[in-house]
């Protein structure tokens, strides 16, 4: 079904080429928190993402965390580490975190991506928000119980996608 397909498929965040991104005319990418930019079993980013997040910054990409985990603190606390603005409580696939983190950025949904591990939470609120999607794949298989159910329909949707390495 369309609405669960990503447009990419790629291993990790960091393997994402920003300037590629740019020439399509994207100026702004949202990232899910776990296990996109911080695995689930650690607080912090790898140095890889870190060092991608820079160059992100520095090329000019407006950059902000959307997630859905509901300790506030904890969400704050990795989108201050990393120098991102953030959304906490996001409820995706709803796409009204979408929308908002949108308009602090002051960019429409042509020009923006979102990047999570997640089929059925961040590629169906981008969908669902006219927002291209970049899966990645999850960095550790540590998850909360709910999301390990869900990961067992999304090896079976991802099936017939390539990742890309
Ligand atoms: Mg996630």
Redesign the pocket.
């Known amino acids: 079904m369309r609405i669960f397909s990503p447009k990419r498929y790629v291993a990790s965040v960091d393997r994402i080429d920003l300037n590629e991104l740019w020439a399509q005319g994207k100026r702004a990418i949202m990232l899910?928190?776990?296990?996109?930019l911080v695995p689930r079993d650690r607080k912090t980013a790898p140095a890889e993402i870190c060092a991608w997040l820079d160059r992100a910054r520095d090329k000019g990409f407006a950059l902000c965390m959307v997630s859905?985990n509901w300790h506030r603190d904890q969400v704050m606390r990795s989108a201050s580490e990393l120098g991102l603005d953030a959304i906490s409580h996001a409820m995706k696939p709803a796409p009204f975190a979408l929308r908002a983190a949108l308009k602090r950025m002051g960019r429409t949904a042509g020009e923006a991506v979102l990047i999570?591990?997640?089929l059925y939470?961040?590629v169906w609120a981008g969908n669902f928000a006219g927002v291209d999607t970049i899966l990645v794949k999850?960095q550790t298989e540590v998850d909360l119980w709910y999301t390990q159910i869900f990961r067992i329909f999304e090896r079976r949707a991802l099936r017939d996608l390539t990742c890309e390495e």
């Open positions: 899910d928190r776990d296990n996109t859905n999570g591990d997640q939470t961040d999850p």
